[in-house]
């Protein structure tokens, strides 16, 4: 049996770190498998729908180098893969079940169905949802109800005896007693358009979808699903639902916790290949200690075994080292051309990038390499070679368990150790034991000389390396930002 997965995002939002695990594992288990990955649009929900969000699915995917083998653009035996035009397909199926009594017409207004809805709340009732008031109509009655013009939704007729199972492949067999599944959904709405449920169950079948991984939050639509195979007689495909993505705080991951759309994380720099290693081990692992993957690794190591069961944590700090590593295994000629948007839109090179100007990023990106941890941090990194902004508050100067008095002595006699030096081409690494020594002698830690030397010269507590930094600007100007400093405290 040739292993079939998909993907099947509703393009009403950008594209999150949850759907695109969701995406990975679809992908990679495909690919481990020799079978195929399929892209389906599930746009049903119109008023929510948008050209943006389609845009960046396909956006996304590409950055991160996943390549659908069905799906829109490509197309495939399956088609349409896009549920918008498989309307027919969902109507005819729908009035297949009516046919079958498996489903009926629904004839019940929004008001009558809130009332209901009011009244079980009122009187506390056990049995909440929709009340099988259509259930049994004869055909005279149907007749009459459509003479007054309201249009039925089609609803499956959900068994009130017995229970429900489906297997899971990590968590094993899931029941459910039949009145506890969501009464009679609706299937059809009477716009004709299927709910979630109906197309997502149809199109499985169709396109010969063997496995459906999809997040734990689905698992209570399993025993409706697999109700909804009995009904038509279809064998259902394997399940796997996978470990939720959480936050450090336990909760789900959202906007609370930080970024979460994709769109984001690229805008501020990070690399497609640390987002694909980073989030394929939100869940999973190889070995529980091999960290670094490919893209192609993992497209023929990666098992459904190997998934957690338990929610999985995502660390913005532990993304943010991986990022990292990838930065600095990048050569300074493709670290240059990453960075260099970013450069060209803070103002400190031209659209034209002159030669000129590309000597001098060449010359920066090897102190940046070792900073950044994301590519947008070059700007803030490297600010101060371009813009003189200096700083004025003497607290950013004082570093932690310093007084005022201390930092202005630190700032005169490191100042005159580090000037000196350099005018000698000393090596920094010497220059860096004598400030050692004078914070030793002045009782205070390291970084208590260190810090207002390196706010001197860059206006911010986080630069680059300082011998670097002093390098890059000149021994000149390094000379006048810090006799400026020391004047501040003067």
């Not at 829109?72 to 896009?82: K, L, N």
Request: proline letters at 5%; charged letters at 30%.
């Amino acid at each position: 049996m040739e292993v079939r997965v998909r993907y099947a995002p509703s393009p009403t939002g950008l594209q999150h770190i949850g759907g695109v695990r969701t995406a990975l594992y679809n992908y990679f288990f495909a690919k481990a498998n020799g079978g195929k990955f399929i892209l389906r649009i599930e746009d049903t929900d119109r008023e929510r729908y948008t050209d943006e969000s389609l845009q960046d699915l396909y956006d996304t995917l590409s950055w991160l180098g996943v390549k659908w083998d069905e799906g829109p653009v490509v197309g495939g035996p399956y088609g349409s893969y896009v549920q918008s035009e498989r309307l027919e397909l969902y109507q005819k199926y729908a009035k297949q079940l009516v046919e079958d009594g498996k489903a009926y017409y629904c004839y019940c207004t929004p008001e009558r169905l809130e009332k209901v809805r009011q009244e079980q709340i009122a009187s506390k009732s056990q049995y909440q949802g929709y009340d099988r008031h259509c259930a049994n109509l004869t055909a005279e009655e149907r007749a009459e109800l459509e003479k007054q013009g309201i249009k039925p939704v089609i609803r499956l007729r959900v068994p009130t005896e017995g229970k429900t199972t489906f297997h899971d492949i990590l968590m094993g067999d899931i029941t459910r007693k039949n009145k506890d599944v969501s009464p009679d959904p609706i299937l059809l709405k009477s716009d004709g358009f299927p709910t979630y449920h109906l197309a997502n169950v149809i199109d499985d079948h169709l396109m010969k979808i063997t496995h459906i991984m999809r997040a734990q939050e689905w698992i209570p639509s399993g025993p409706l699903h697999i109700l909804l195979y009995n009904a038509f007689g279809w064998e259902p495909p394997q399940y796997c639902h996978l470990p939720m993505v959480m936050g450090k705080d336990g909760q789900k991951l959202s906007k609370r916790h930080g970024d979460t759309a994709v769109r984001d994380f690229r805008a501020k720099g990070y690399l497609p290949e640390a987002i694909l290693n980073y989030v394929s081990l939100v869940g999973w692992s190889l070995d529980g200690s091999t960290e670094f993957f490919s893209r192609e690794e993992l497209e023929k190591c990666f098992k459904l075994e190997n998934i957690h069961v338990s929610p999985a944590v995502f660390d913005y700090k532990k993304l943010d080292w991986f990022n990292g590593q990838y930065i600095r295994a990048k050569s300074d000629d493709e670290l240059a051309s990453l960075i260099l948007p970013y450069m060209q839109k803070a103002g400190f090179i031209s659209a034209e990038y002159t030669e000129d100007e590309k000597k001098k990023l060449m010359r920066l990106v090897p102190a940046l390499k070792e900073r950044m941890k994301v590519l947008s941090d070059c700007v803030a990194l490297s600010a101060f070679l371009f813009e003189d902004k200096p700083c004025l508050e003497k607290e950013t100067y004082i570093a932690k368990k310093c007084t005022e008095e201390q930092t202005k002595e630190a700032l005169m006699k490191a100042g005159e150790i580090v000037l000196a030096d350099s005018k000698a081409g000393l090596p920094f690494a010497e220059t860096e034991a004598k400030v050692c020594k004078l914070a030793e002698d002045m009782g205070i830690k390291v970084n208590g000389c260190f810090q207002p030397i390196r706010v001197a010269i860059t206006a911010s507590t986080v630069s680059l390396p300082l011998h670097d930094s002093i390098e890059l600007l000149g021994l000149e100007e390094t000379e006048r930002r810090i006799k400026r400093a020391q004047e501040l405290f003067n």
